[in-house]
């Protein structure tokens, strides 16, 4: 008796060599697409965990704010406002920011901190009459620190807070002026939570993306 052999299989055809083809070629053209329908699915999908991840900087200036015990006070009303100068920065994006670098320019010129920056614009004063010789309070300036901090999304934090009194209101007014003026320009270079960084500006809404905060 002899034993079974396994049939080859066989690819079953028409019988014609034009329909063989077209079958032959349908079935390379689905799986091509299917593959591009995959690949563009994954590209969409990190586009969205992107989107929901990707921290949005800004920054804020004003030389107003609400006096204490007057919260919600409406513009306009006497007493309900004080001069205040401050700088904020907020993340309006939808994830975390890892703020790797921050920096303050005048004129386009860094300045190491606060302190220098003002006093940079008060010999500029003094220099041009602005001042009288000799100005040196500033009142109670106070302003924390930026960088190699986190901000999680929808947080706002203070940068400066400057109150404006009858000793420094002309040193006041006259760095006011500076900022209104933009010649006070802020960057903050900051990172999401896969790496991907931004350089803000205070002169630009858009962060531009960068490789790394270096």
Known sequence: MLPDTEAAPEVHRTGHRLADLIVGFSAIFISVCSLGLAIHHGHTMERLVEANSRPFLEFGTSNGAARAGAPGAEPGGAGEFANVLSVSISNAGAGAARIDRFSMALDGRTAADWSELFR????????????????????????S??????????????????????????????????????????????????DQCWVAQTRTFRPVPVKACS
């Open 145 to 194: 620190s930026v960088a190699d901090t986190y901000l999680k999304a929808g947080a706002e934090r203070s940068i400066l807070r400057w109150p404006r009194s009858e000793a420094n209101a002309p040193l006041w007014d006259y760095i006011d002026a500076a900022r209104q003026a933009s010649r006070i320009t802020l960057e903050a270079c900051y990172c999401s939570i896969f």
């Open 120 to 143: 940079r614009l008060r010999d500029e004063a003094v220099a041009k009459h602005a001042l009288p010789p000799g100005t040196m309070s500033s009142g109670t300036l106070s302003y």
